[in-house]
């Protein structure tokens, strides 16, 4: 008996080996075997990129460890380049052993080892040094060439200060209002104009005082340096504890009273009053410069005169000789108290006519001169004229 066909069932030329299950199974196997063909080129890619980076990093450590080894030989640890020879030139009182100390300079150092820029910083934080330039210079040397600042005053928080370089409280001021404290005081300190009454804030070495008061001082010695009055009016103390001026006193002990503003037109002001002095022979006291007009001025009572006595034979000196007996036996010594002899020739008094008060009924006074008195002759000399008579 012939099978009936199945519907369902494929010809057999058509149909597929595999069923849809098997086919299942093999598309999973296909996935897994391309997925680790992917994981073991991947893995690779990585070790051949970590290898290259192991490689680079090798090759750069040697060359760096090569070239280190080269310059240590050849540069940093060579004898040669020792550091031996530290030449440092000032225009101050710095000295050599303070500025080696501060910028960490000592012989035996390797000359590529000193950082140049870390010796400038060092020197440049000394409260003297105003600028600093320091030079490498093959094999063996450093030259560093200091400016220090010029102190143009001293200044203190105190109202008084006897001697300045005895006081621990006065210290030195530039012209930019930098404090200093040196260890060498040279003598023309002792000359320079002293600020007082300043406050104590801002006084310490290095730093810059930065109160008003002080700047105004500080622009008032300016002025007085430049201007063409500055051998006439030298100042020697400026007073800054009453806070509304500034009390200047100069070589000649006259004080005079500034504002803080408009300094230069007071120096004018000033320039005009000492002008009238000189001409005028008098010697200014004080001066109050804070009045614009009808400025007080006082000045000083004037010494007591010299007065030259007149003798009426003038007494020989040593050298010259008498010209007769009778006035050398006349003449004193010099030295026979001459004060006394003069207080006795200006103690002399003067006859002063004093004039009668008019009234009605009585005759004017006259001021005409009354008669010479007569000289009557001795009795002894009549006689004698009279007996020469006779005979």
Same mark, same amino acid.
């Given at each position: ?35 680790? *063909? ?76 000193? @950082? ?17 330039? +320091?030079?490498?210079?093959?094999? @063996? $040397? ?32 530039? #012209? ?14 002792? #000359? ?24 105004? #001082? ?28 500034? +009390? ?83 003449? *004193?010594?010099?030295?026979? $108290? ?54």
């Amino acid at each position: 008996m012939k099978e009936k066909p199945n519907k369902h069932q494929q010809p057999t030329g058509n149909r597929r080996l595999s069923t849809l299950r098997q086919r299942r199974q093999q598309h999973l196997l296909d996935v897994k075997v391309r997925a680790r *063909r992917a994981s073991h080129h991947r893995n690779r890619r990585v070790l051949v990129a970590v290898s290259k980076v192991v490689l680079v990093i090798g090759l750069i450590a040697a060359i760096y460890f090569g070239v280190r080894a080269g310059l240590d030989r050849f540069f940093f640890k060579n004898p040669e380049y020792c550091l031996s020879t530290m030449a440092v030139r000032t225009d101050g009182t710095l000295q050599r052993d303070q500025i080696l100390k501060t910028a960490e300079l000592r012989e035996g150092l390797n000359i590529f080892s000193v @950082n140049l820029a870390q010796v400038h910083d060092r020197v440049q934080q000394l409260a003297q040094v105003d600028d600093v330039q +320091v030079e490498r210079k093959m094999p @063996n $040397e450093i030259d560093i060439r200091i400016v220090e600042r010029k102190p143009i005053a001293w200044i203190t928080s105190e109202r008084t200060v006897a001697d300045p370089f005895a006081s621990d409280a006065a210290f030195l001021l530039d #012209a930019r209002g930098i404090v200093m404290k040196e260890k060498k005081l040279l003598p023309e300190y002792l #000359a320079l104009p002293l600020i007082t009454g300043c406050s104590d804030d801002a006084l310490a070495p290095g730093k810059t005082v930065d109160s008003f008061e002080a700047k105004a #001082a500080l622009e008032l010695l300016r002025l007085a340096t430049t201007s063409f009055m500055q051998t006439r009016f030298q100042i020697r103390e400026i007073d800054l504890s009453k806070g509304y001026c500034l +009390v200047v006193t100069d070589k000649n002990h006259t004080q005079v009273m500034f504002g803080f503003d408009a300094l230069e037109e007071q120096m004018q002001r000033l320039e005009q009053f000492l002008v009238y002095s000189d001409d005028s022979h008098q010697q200014i006291e004080t001066v109050n410069l804070l009045v614009a007009r009808n400025t007080p001025v006082t000045f000083a009572k004037p010494d007591s005169e010299i007065i030259q006595e007149i003798e009426p034979e003038s007494v020989p000196t040593p050298n010259e000789k008498p010209e007769t007996k009778a006035s050398a036996k006349e003449t *004193r010594p010099v030295s026979a $108290e001459p004060e006394i002899r003069k207080a006795k020739a200006v103690s002399t008094p003067m006859p002063i006519r004093k004039a009668l008060p008019y009234s009605p009924g009585v005759q004017k006074f006259h001021s005409s001169p009354s008669p010479a008195p007569v000289r009557r002759a001795h009795p002894l000399q009549r006689f004698n004229k009279e007996g020469n008579g006779d005979g």
